[in-house]
Structure formats: structure tokens, C-alpha cells
């Protein structure tokens, strides 16, 4: 299995920008899967997640402004990014944790 996630780039501030992960691998189901970030000089930190059911849990700083989904059909997860700040600068990775896959990560810039 592997996660190739996409879609990073540089964006100014309040500009939107979405992340794709697609997950190869033909019996990988996206479920409890996530994106999380890690800025300069921080800890990775869990930004969204979704769970089996359906259910979406987020960081509260992205609470409004963030959207995970998912397309089981192609095997993609997605993180829609709006209002975009320069604290979100960051990279981002998609996982799966509890499986143990990581995708490598995509940069996402926000400058003023």
C-alpha cells in the first residue's frame, strides 16, 4: 500500500487550496484515515480524520475553514483548505495510522 498525497503549493493568505491522497492498493478501504501537518519547528499534529462510519473529526483551528472527504471509488482522500492562514503553512500528510501507512508529505505555504 501506498499514499501519495498532492496538491500543496503557495498560496496567499485567505486563498483555498485542496490536498488529494490517492491510496494504491486494491483492498485498501479508506477508513480512519487523516491528514495531519507538521510545522517549523512543531510536532506533527492531526488536522482531520474520518472515521468508518462516516464521521469527521477536526483540529480546532481548522473547524469552518477545513474539509476532509473521500472518493472510495478512486481510492482518494481530500482535504479542501479555505481562509487559508500563515499559521497553516505546514507539511501535510495523509495516513492511516492504525495500519501503520504514511503518505510522504506535500507542502502547503501561506504568505501574506
Known amino acids: 500500500v501506498q499514499l501519495q498525497a498532492s496538491g500543496g503549493g503557495s498560496v496567499q493568505v485567505g486563498g483555498p487550496l485542496t490536498l488529494s491522497c490517492v491510496a494504491s492498493g486494491s483492498s485498501f478501504r479508506l477508513i480512519d484515515m487523516g491528514w495531519y501537518r ?3 519547528g512543531s510536532q506533527r ?3 482531520a480524520d474520518v472515521q468508518d462510519d462516516g464521521n ?3 483540529v480546532d483551528d481548522v473547524k469552518g475553514r477545513f474539509t476532509i472527504s473521500r472518493n472510495s471509488a478512486k481510492n482518494t482522500l481530500y482535504l479542501q483548505m479555505n481562509s487559508l492562514k500563515s499559521e ?3 507539511v501535510y500528510y495523509c495516513a492511516k ?3 501503520g501507512y504514511w503518505g510522504k508529505g506535500t507542502q502547503v ?4
Open 38 to 40: 507538521r510545522a517549523p
Open 109 to 112: 505555504t501561506v504568505s501574506s
Open 45 to 47: 499534529e492531526l488536522v
Open 97 to 99: 495510522p492504525s495500519d
Open 88 to 90: 497553516d503553512t505546514a
Open 56 to 58: 469527521t473529526n477536526y
